[in-house]
């Protein structure tokens, strides 16, 4: 499907069918298939619903999508691994302040300023990036809405859960709190409207996935009768 940038028509050519063997043309914005949907680091989809297809009573929703390269991958690999063998060390009371309140309470202080600065370090050298426009209709909007409260309370529970048991085995409520904020922050921050997905790079074009059948299906017949 072609979008030119000279007057925007979502509408104007075909889907294509196979993103290996497809590349987008100088004027292109973006190609949809229904599998892939091939872009530039910019895009804004037609006015269908990505999940069900339906064109009446859309939302726009704008997301900046990221995906690790390779080397930001493994460095996120490396900083995963190198805090569970913090953490565990701390279970285990082999820190020289596992046995301190204070000790404790200055290990979730540096884990809470330490977790954003990691994050932004990743965002900013260890991901490439989509800004990225699209449309839900109101049911999905409605399956959003509850999929955030179930998420979000299984996320408490789980952080709870795990908090009883590591201040049973280290007789500190310390690590239950640490969980709870961080569960929180987590809940906060969990968003299911998420749909599509940067899954990777092409010929200098990014190929994105997550739309449905029904989104494909929609946009075929728009096509057809334009």
């Known amino acids: 499907m072609n979008a030119p940038s000279t007057e925007f028509n979502p509408f ?14 100088e004027d292109d914005q973006f190609l949809v298939s229904k599998r892939d949907i091939l872009c530039r680091d910019r895009v804004e989809l037609p006015k269908v619903c990505i999940r069900y297809g339906e ?5 726009r929703r704008q997301k900046i999508l990221r995906m690790f390269t390779g080397l930001g991958l493994m460095a996120f690999a490396i900083a995963v691994l190198g805090f569970l063998v913090l953490l565990s060390a701390l279970v285990a009371g082999r820190l020289p302040f596992s046995d301190t309140t204070l000790g404790m309470l200055l290990f979730v202080v540096a884990l809470l300023v330490t977790v954003p600065a990691v994050y932004r370090f990743f965002r900013r050298f260890g991901c490439c990036e989509v800004d990225a ?13 509850w999929e955030r409260r ?11 859960g795990g908090g009883f048991g590591i201040a049973e085995a280290t007789g500190s409520v310390i690590p239950l709190v ?16 998420i749909s599509l997905q940067l899954v990777g790079r092409r010929r200098g074009v990014y190929v994105l996935r997550g739309h449905s059948k029904a989104f494909c ?10």
């Not at 050519?13 to 987008?24: G, I, Q, R, S, Y």
């Not at 179930?150 to 709870?160: C, D, E, W």
């Not at 969980?179 to 968003?191: C, E, G, W, Y």
């Open 178 to 193: 640490a969980l709870v904020v961080l569960a929180l922050v987590l809940a906060a921050f969990f968003d299911p409207n």
């Open 217 to 226: 299906h929609e946009v075929n017949r728009l096509i057809s009768g334009y």
């Open 12 to 25: 104007q050519a075909p889907v294509f069918a196979d993103a290996e063997k497809t590349t987008l043309g």
């Open 133 to 145: 426009v699209w449309f839900v209709g109101p049911r999905y909007r409605r399956r959003i809405r």
């Open 55 to 59: 064109t009446e009573d859309l939302e």
């Open 150 to 160: 179930i998420g979000r309370a299984f996320v408490l529970l789980l952080a709870a």
